[in-house]
């Protein structure tokens, strides 16, 4: 009981503080006696401090309470398909070092991946200067399924692993808590808690990347189905008998939306000459700057697709918000967004996309590598402050408070 009430009281200072005692009794239902006894235990501990004062009604100022930001460190890290990146941050999201890896191949060797996270998290702790007896978990967002087990097997269809361990093969490095799960549900757990999607229960917010895929929240918990393969919108069929994509079935939304699909396409339409650029990022955003008919002619092609898709999102799930999100997504979104809003309007049922907003993401390109810091946070407020899991345990991603904060420091 002492330990679900710390989880309760510290939830609520992270989420929404700074907050005085007199408003943490009010919103959790505990005894004024029972917040000053455990917030006072958390204060000892160096978990809690006091963040100023506001006045009262009459009486005495306030002291406000929040997290204190160097009691831990969080690591959260993006597999994404053309690079790994893995940043650290302190215990308010503030970003304190970035490293990042190329990825050339189209369907990485594990044991690659594996080094890249590894070396990542002992760069960004030497780049801050913090000792990684301070951090308290690496969170870790790949694409594909990830099984729920201590071991944190990895069904990623597009990059070709099968049942690949991943969280034993990074235990094996480390003994920092290993906590994993899909990119998608980890965009949307940054955006959720700090983003587009706070103040709203019911929300899809979609990732659009190499890959595609998306994150459905239903009355503020996230939606994952009987085994956590929900929201693999990208996979949902756009054409019949359409282009193959990367998971080998016809049709697929990735494959005509997602960047390797959108540039694949281009490059037909052009007589097999390619965008220019290094990479597929930069060969995007090279497809975006151009102004020849081919490119205008497969990017109106792409945003249409893109509408439909978000037109089915809203068809099925009767979401407040639809976020638009993802590197690609944000570059489509920031040049194509009214015109994705119009074809969705056009495809959706009329009262529910009366219901919806469309938006994007706010966080930028690295919210997914936010959302995955994330991860070692939620078990960190599930377990009332107790910092470390056993060294000898791998931890899948736990459920996630389903409040966002109020605030946030940059």
């Known amino acids: 009981m002492r330990r679900a009430n710390r989880s309760v009281l510290l939830t609520r200072i992270w989420l929404d503080g700074p907050l005085s005692r007199h408003e943490l009794g009010q919103s959790t239902a505990l005894s004024l006696a029972s917040v000053s006894n455990l917030v006072g235990e958390m204060i000892a501990e160096g978990l809690v401090e006091e963040a100023g004062s506001v006045e009262s009604d009459g009486g005495r100022p306030r002291v406000l309470l929040r997290v204190a930001p160097g009691y831990g460190y969080l690591v959260g890290a993006d597999v994404g398909e053309t690079r790994v990146q893995v940043e650290l941050f302190d215990l308010t999201m503030t970003a304190l070092a970035k490293a990042e890896y190329p990825i050339a191949a189209a369907e990485p060797d594990p044991r690659q991946v594996t080094d890249h996270l590894l070396h990542g998290l002992t760069a960004v702790t030497e ?24 071991d944190a097997v990895v069904h990623a269809q597009t990059l070709g692993w099968d049942g690949v361990p991943l969280g034993a093969m990074l235990h094996a490095g480390t003994d920092i808590p290993v906590h994993i799960d899909n990119g ?13 999607g706070r103040g709203v229960r019911h929300a899809v917010i979609a990732l659009v990347g190499s890959g595609v895929g998306a994150c459905v929240v239903a009355d503020g918990v996230g939606y994952r189905g009987a085994h956590s ?39 037909q339409a052009n007589r097999g000459r390619p965008a220019a650029g290094r990479d597929e990022e930069s060969a995007f955003g090279e497809l975006l700057r151009a102004g020849s008919r081919t490119a205008a002619k497969v990017l109106d092609e792409t945003v249409g697709y893109l509408g439909a898709g978000v037109a089915n999102l809203v068809n099925l799930f009767n979401p407040e918000r639809v976020v638009l999100g993802g590197w690609a997504g944000l570059a489509l979104g920031e040049r194509y967004l009214p015109q994705i809003r119009e074809v969705a309007a056009r495809h959706a049922l009329r009262q529910p996309y009366a219901q919806t907003s469309i938006e994007l993401c706010r966080l930028g390109p690295d919210a997914v590598a936010m959302g995955a810091a994330t991860l070692p946070m939620a078990r960190l407020l599930r377990d009332g402050g107790v910092p470390r899991e056993p060294a000898a345990r791998v931890v899948p991603a736990p459920a996630r408070p389903a409040r966002r904060p109020r605030t946030r420091t940059r």
């Open 127 to 150: 780049q801050a200067g913090v000792d990684p007896a301070a951090v308290l978990g690496f969170g870790v967002a790949v694409s594909g399924t990830v099984e729920r087990t201590a």
């Open 184 to 196: 998608a549900k980890t965009l949307g757990q940054a955006e959720m808690w700090f983003g587009a």
């Open 229 to 267: 393969s929900a929201g693999e919108w990208g996979h949902t069929t756009i054409v019949y008998g359409g282009r193959r994509c990367r998971c080998g079935n016809l049709g697929c939304l990735e494959a005509y939306v997602g960047a390797e699909g959108v540039l694949d396409r281009f490059r």
